[in-house]
């Protein structure tokens, strides 16, 4: 692999941004369509890794890419396969779902590749550039110098300031954490334009992609998502035995588990993400279904992040230390969790009930243990208050005399 930033000049026009096929050959099919009905030719049109992966055609999805003509980085996945590796690279945690799954998949992808689409990944650059708008513009991974690194919105500021200055870059694009954002830091722009092989974990069957535009001599983006013949790709990845859980994820839109995500983003499962303004008609009335009108709007609590903005300093330290206080230590993370969720109750916050009943679920905590959670939250909340009626009675007495 090509350890250089590879440079491909200066771009004009329309670019479509993408990542994480993951061998899904109907979602590249359906991309392709949606690239020529834009009238975005393939140069501009840009992969950022993962091709293969997950799903149950490899080969296909290889050889369609190749001929569509579209520009793409390594990721993890190709550079494992290029250097004939026994594991995908992902830097799952040892043990994990996601690493048990991972044992499933990535053989499969392998011996279902031919020698010359392996020789074709092999050539793959690890990073590519770009001139747009008057801009340098980096495709990244996971980040620069570490492809596996799982960087969201809410974690690795460090890091992302790191990759804008070691690329000398006014503008990343990366991939590998499957979920779509952006985020501006210090005047330089970071864009995730999420996957097209499996949902962004917000309940719907949607994938996602970014379309960069130029307005006024300045970078104008747009997330997009779209929807395909996710069907098609479940029933192909079940009759070759490829894990049930992430073919059922194509159609739920709920991944199978949560490990790989910080605790901002695990609060987001479930919650169509809103950054869209494409979606088609029918699915747009899906969504609003699934919300329901009421003081607590539950679409709000994927803005939580934001509220960085109005004190950018306070706002990171606080995430910074939520962060550390959720991870493993002298309390399990399923210890925490549960304390958690009886908290959340406590303090009456219907954002945070959600969030941890689902991370309650993820973890393997019963119904019957959450409840009683609840209970002894209640219970402390009630024996606070009686307690609290000693002072009413010192009150009163002294009162009397």
């Known amino acids: ?110 011996m279902n590749l031919s020698k010359d689409s392996l020789e074709w990944i092999s050539a793959l650059p690890e990073y590519i550039s770009f001139t747009y708008a008057g801009k340098k513009v980096t495709v990244v991974h996971g980040n620069f110098g ?8 809410s974690n690795a500021n460090y890091s992302k300031e790191q990759c804008f200055d070691t690329t000398n870059s006014q503008v990343v ?17 970071w864009i995730n334009p999420g996957v097209i092989g499996m949902p962004a974990n917000d309940g719907t069957s949607r994938v996602w992609y970014v379309l960069l535009d130029e307005l006024n001599g300045e970078i104008d983006f747009q997330h997009r998502s779209f929807e395909y013949d996710h069907r098609t790709t479940r029933k192909h990845m079940l009759q070759n035995n490829l894990p049930e859980e992430y073919a059922d994820t194509l159609v739920s839109g709920i991944w199978d588990n949560m490990e790989i995500l910080p605790e901002l983003e695990k609060m987001g499962q479930g919650i169509p993400i809103a950054l869209d303004t494409t979606i088609n008609q029918n699915s747009q009335s899906q969504t609003n279904k699934k919300m329901a009108d009421s003081y607590y709007d539950p679409k709000d ?15 990171t330290k606080f995430f910074d230390y939520y962060g550390k206080v959720f991870e493993e230590g002298a309390l399990s993370a399923r210890e925490k969790s549960l304390i ?14 959600d969030a941890y009943t689902k991370d309650g679920l993820q973890r393997g905590i019963t119904k019957e243990e959450m409840m009683e959670a609840v209970h002894v939250g209640a219970a402390i909340e009630s024996g606070a208050t009686l307690v609290h009626g000693v002072q009413m009675m010192n009150k009163y007495n002294k009162l009397s005399m």
Not at 173 to 189: D, E, M, R, S, V
Not at 302 to 310: A, C, D, N
């Open 1 to 110: 692999m090509d350890q250089k930033i590879t440079d491909i000049g200066t771009k004009k026009g329309n670019v479509l941004l993408f990542g994480g096929v993951y061998s899904n050959l109907q979602a590249l099919e359906k991309l392709i369509s949606i690239a020529k009905d834009l009238g975005i030719p393939p140069e501009n049109c840009v992969c950022t890794g993962d091709i293969t992966g997950y799903c149950a055609e490899p080969e296909e999805t290889v050889q369609t890419f190749r001929n569509w003509g579209a520009l793409s980085i390594a990721g993890n996945v190709e550079l494992q396969l290029s250097t004939d590796s026994e594991d995908c690279g992902c830097d799952f945690k040892a043990g994990g779902r996601c690493d048990g799954f991972s044992k499933m998949w990535f053989p499969y992808t392998k």
């Open 301 to 315: 609590l994927r803005k939580f992040g934001k509220i960085t903005e109005w004190s950018e300093e306070l706002g």
């Open 146 to 153: 570490n492809v596996s690194e799982f960087i969201f919105k």
């Open 340 to 353: 958690a969720l009886a908290v959340s109750h406590v303090v009456k916050c219907p954002y945070c009930i």
């Open 173 to 189: 694009i990366a991939g590998h954490c499957g979920l779509p954002f952006h985020q501006t830091i210090k005047n330089k722009l």
